[in-house]
């Protein structure tokens, strides 16, 4: 009884003492809030490695029971013993079972690596976090994609390009000495979703990254990651042999080149013996690149690949290209130059193509590199942080937009040639398979600048694991892991939706790129007057007193015949284009008949007012919620909810005010009138706009 | 009993529950770990006041009892007939006191202002924290300085200037609509040591802080802090006119330019009913200012002294000053500049001084300014963020240096005559008084980059209250609060000799402005080759084969003439200089002999050496203390102290090789060599060094 009474005064004690903001998101997904005690020995571990210790502290942290829990490999002789189908796992997979190991009924979670093992510990927590039991379990699961890599987009100086959510997570400072704490939160949550590389620094690459300094701090974070799974890349400036090396040329032929790269390479495996490799931005938005000396993107991969090939790395190398000296439609541009060069990469080199063909727009359609490479391994990149999709403010669940680019079909090999699988590998048998996303972390206390922002990181995660999952299922999983599984229903309902209503509000019917110059916040049609044409939006959008629409197909920039032939018809006819990407593809008549029954002009308007409806239902379902979310974080997205309701006003007003400017045509019957001229619209600045170094 | 059982459940989830960085530092030295409960009636407020509700909620928050505790403002019928000593609090100090209220024993917080009662109600639970008891309890204070002010060196797009804990905590993109729950925090760790006002932006203004949409966002701050007794002010850029009011000119003594910042101030007035009003920095190191139409800094103060009139508002106009044009000492220019103008001052500008003349030296003698301008209220401006000390991986505390410069006699009116007395206001009957500190603030989650980092804004807040307050004194506290009473005396003692050892290891003897171009971190005393000649380092050291030193005497540029007659003696004789400030003002010769019977070399590498001592036995003595100190807060500090002892070796063997390379001499018996040559020195690069934005 004296000891009960000490327990409740130290309850107390620690009450007090905790942080005043144990709600502010910074445990993620990660809460383990079952309320289930277990004995201290109740979790095994046999075996002594690095990511068996953190395995079975994570079970540990997580309080699940009751016990005992095995962790074991399969080599393992009492699990040898069991005869489980294990070889099918590979070295990431995991099985979870009651087993009898020995003499004991146990819950073993096994598989043919640590990490295995790894992954199945955050299997287990996942499963009970979401209301499972330890009765009679049996769970197993082997991702589908072998690097499953975050790109972060942070500059040296702390400054994330499109960083939505505070300066890089990296404190390139105080490393290699300081080992944050945060580093292996950081490490925790991508090992808890599958994640498995993570690229430190941005495409647009200094050479500073490169020097003995810098690998130093990387090889720190490496050491960090290493129990985790997860292997760490670097962006590589192709000049670096000029800047760094003293020399006169960073042609990739030139063979003082290769061996500085190579001596380099070894460099940096010296102190990060498991480094993973590097990405590459070459010959795109003025980077240095092969391309400067008459060689093609695969001479600038392959001599890279030669340098990482002696210790088991790779090349990522990104197909993100155009040239402000090509008058080709940009959408064609990157198909242009790498289709050519199907079947010339080494093989410890993948194609990194971004989701769609122009710059992570609110939707595009699948990008034609998809299933036009056969002989050469493509890893998809999808972006996670919010560039034109509202920053961290809006919030936009993007599990739907990546299983639609996931589950679209290439039609490469015939009917149900998805993206998934030339991912995958499943449709070329490709050894090597990737998917990227550009992160959006950044050191703000809930990691992602808001608390549904997290569902993208997570979402990506699960989905790089296995693309065929569901973005509800995956919702599902993300609401009740990190509110409630009380709160799942309406908080999915909210999630489900609100990427379209984005694309409605922003970009209806297939536009894309209307967003205003440089830091893409808020709306910019009326742009016109930039160096470059494919930097304005008047370039995609293409309005017209007539019609609207960019004509991608024979009468046109005839970019529709980059798909193949089965794809190619469908979009080449606006009949058989699906409406969501009809703009995209085609200019339209103002007075055309949409499937709806009203004409393209009222149908785009009634598209916008659909995205604000959208916004102002979730405000009221998340108003609903009050009672049952914690409420710091449920203020702070009401806050946000309210922030971008009132800029899809602004979106559809300033699209609407424009569109009438140019097509004169009257406000359809019962639509609400912007509330400012376009002038008004057109003097909106927003001089210190995040996530936009100058 | 089951209830019992449930408290020991929920104290199990919570356990689990909270974040996983309990001891992170965010929560400062705010801990309240006082084990004491306190029934939920006991804490009483008489009257409803924002500044009251948030008095009592933080001593609920801290859980002191046993109650009850009373917060009544003087006026209260029961309090006034206590007859207590009241009327000296004046509006800001406080009296608690344990006494007969009605006809019940309390204890009484009083003050003549709730902003008093809020001050009471921290200093109460600063008792409490450090051992006190509510026994007999008999506290009162009443601050000493009116204006107790953060100048925060913000930009507006998060770069911090001099920032090395991350980037600003003003998010300025989300700002007006989310208030971070943190900025309440930020207003509660002032107010718990008395800051009263804090300046949002940098000094290096932009005119977009003056735009509506930055009025708003400062204003949303404003709400946040009001019930904190703290007020906004602005850095304001003085060429905004013409930037964002389309005048052709910024004259101060043109009616438009007038006329415009008159329109300005009511704008900010009209969304913050009590901003403070603005500081600027005029006329130096590129800003615009008065000088460049010809007019004095007291015509530019003047100007808009006469808008912010009306409001109650008062302007503080930095004196830190010099032109490039001007060969004199630079040391001399402001007291050239500003003295003249003594009287010429409108009573609602105030002039801030920083502590020396140079730029926040690790030591500086007393600005000559201070007891030079009797008819002037000047204000000082301390540096918290460690800029010259090593950023913020190095531990110095500088309450010892802020109290050196407080205790400086001037000799103004006769010995006595102290800084500390020329700010308070009491040499000169000053009514506007008023101490300034460049905060060493950001989004780290620990606030200052460190944990000892916090106790120079401690220092800082504590002193502004009482400028006569002990450096020890104020380190005693902060340690009791911040780790534990147990630990005290060891955490003191590192600390009080922590910035001596930095002056020691960095620029012993009254050397100065030794740090590496732009970032200033680092020792870069061979630096020569810059484009203004008191940029370089060599223009301070003056360093050659006789001797090393700045002459400031008659025969150099009798700086010392600037102070009064019987300072200015003693600085001018090396005979009766503190040897401390010798080479700020003397050139010497090497083979001078030292009070120690050495030399002056040989004294030169002895204090080197002492600073890299006293740096290991820092290292010592926190070793010592691992059992005492939680596991994060301890790692990170080992660390940092581990970099400081690395980086402690550098500068004394950095700036050992480079003397020899000048005067030719041997190292003195005993002393080790440097661990490299000077030319390994000399190109060390650190390209993206922390708050030094380009």
């Known amino acids: 009884m004296r000891a009960l009474h000490r327990w409740i005064a130290i309850a107390a004690i620690v009450l007090v003492g905790t942080s005043a903001q144990a709600e502010d998101g910074y445990d993620l997904w990660m809460r383990y809030r079952t309320g289930q005690t277990v004995a201290a020995d109740a979790i095994e571990t046999r075996g002594d490695t690095p990511s068996l210790r953190v395995a079975a502290a994570e079970l540990r942290r997580g309080l699940v029971g009751p016990g005992p829990i095995v962790l074991a490999i399969a080599t393992d002789r009492d699990v040898a013993a069991l005869h489980l189908p294990l070889s099918a796992l590979g070295d990431e997979g995991y099985l979870i079972r009651s087993v009898k190991l020995g003499d004991r009924a146990v819950t073993l979670v096994t598989a043919n690596t640590d990490r295995g093992i790894l992954y199945g510990a955050f299997a287990l927590l996942r499963h009970l976090q979401t209301g499972g039991s330890l009765d009679r379990i049996a769970l197993t699961s082997t991702p589908r994609i072998k690097l499953r890599v975050l790109n972060h987009w942070d500059n040296l100086d702390g400054v994330v390009e499109r960083g939505y959510a505070g300066v890089s997570l990296w404190d390139w400072w105080t490393l290699p000495d300081f080992r944050d704490p945060r580093y292996t939160d950081y490490a925790r949550a991508n090992a808890s979703i599958g994640i498995n590389g993570t690229v430190l620094n941005n495409v647009n690459a200094k050479a500073d990254s490169l020097t ?249 995660g699960r989905m790089a694991w296995d693309p065929t999952l569901k973005a509800d299922t995956v919702a599902r999983e993300w609401a009740a892991m990190t509110f409630s599984p009380a709160v799942v229903e309406p908080v999915v309902g909210m999630m489900m939706g609100s990427r379209e209503a984005v694309v409605d509000y922003m970009t209806p019917l297939g536009l894309g790129h209307l967003m205003a110059t440089g830091h893409h916040y808020g709306p910019g049609p009326w742009v016109a007057d930039l160096a470059r044409p494919e930097w304005n939006p008047v370039y995609y959008h293409r309005a017209d007193k007539t019609g609207i629409g960019f004509d991608r197909t024979a009468t046109g920039s005839n970019a529709v015949a980059q798909y193949a032939p089965g794809v190619a018809r469908n979009f080449a006819n606006p009949a058989t284009t699906p409406e969501r990407d009809l703009l995209w593809f085609h200019h339209v008549p103002w007075t055309q008949r949409m499937a709806s029954g009203r004409t393209l002009w009222p149908e785009m308007v009634h598209h916008y007012d659909a995205g604000i409806a959208y916004v102002a239902n979730m405000r009221r379902e998340w108003d609903a919620l009050r009672p049952s979310i914690d409420d710091e974080r449920w203020t702070k997205t009401a806050t946000y909810l309210a922030v971008q309701d009132r800029e899809a006003h602004w979106w559809r007003d300033a699209s609407i005010a424009y569109w009438m400017s140019i097509n004169g045509l009257a406000l359809p019957a019962g639509a609400a009138a912007p509330a400012h001229d376009l002038a008004w619209y057109k003097a909106q600045r927003f001089p210190h706009a995040p996530g936009n170094p100058q």
């Open 212 to 460: 003995a300094p810098y690998i130093a701090k990387a090889a720190a974070l490496a050491d960090v990651f290493r129990p985790y799974g997860i292997k760490v890349y670097l962006s590589a400036r192709f000049s670096a042999p000029i800047e760094l090396g003293g020399l006169k040329t960073a042609d990739p032929l030139d063979p003082q080149v290769a061996a500085w790269w190579k001596a380099k390479t070894d460099e940096i495996y010296r102190a990060i013996p498991d480094f993973g490799g590097f990405l590459v931005k070459a010959n795109s938005e003025g980077q240095p690149g092969p391309r400067d000396y008459h060689r093609s993107h695969a001479d600038g991969a392959n001599m890279l690949a030669a340098a990482v090939r002696p210790h088991g790395g790779i090349v990522m190398w990104r197909a993100f290209v155009y040239a402000e000296t090509d008058p080709e439609d940009r959408a064609k541009q990157a198909y242009t130059e790498f289709k050519p060069l199907d079947g010339k990469f080494a093989d410890n080199v993948i194609v990194q193509v971004k989701n769609g063909a122009i710059d992570f727009q609110p939707r595009e359609p699948f990008h034609p590199l998809f299933g036009a490479m056969p002989k050469t391994p493509l890893m998809i990149e999808f972006q996670i942080t919010k560039e034109y999709l509202g920053f961290a403010t809006h919030l936009a669940y993007l599990g739907p937009m990546f299983a639609e680019t996931l589950s679209a079909d290439t039609m490469a090999k015939g009917v149900g040639s998805t993206v998934a699988k030339v991912i995958d590998g499943s449709l070329d048998r490709h050894r090597l398979t990737g998917i990227a996303g550009v992160a959006n972390i950044g050191r703000d206390r809930d990691w992602s600048g808001s608390t549904f922002n997290q569902a993208n990181w997570y979402a990506f």
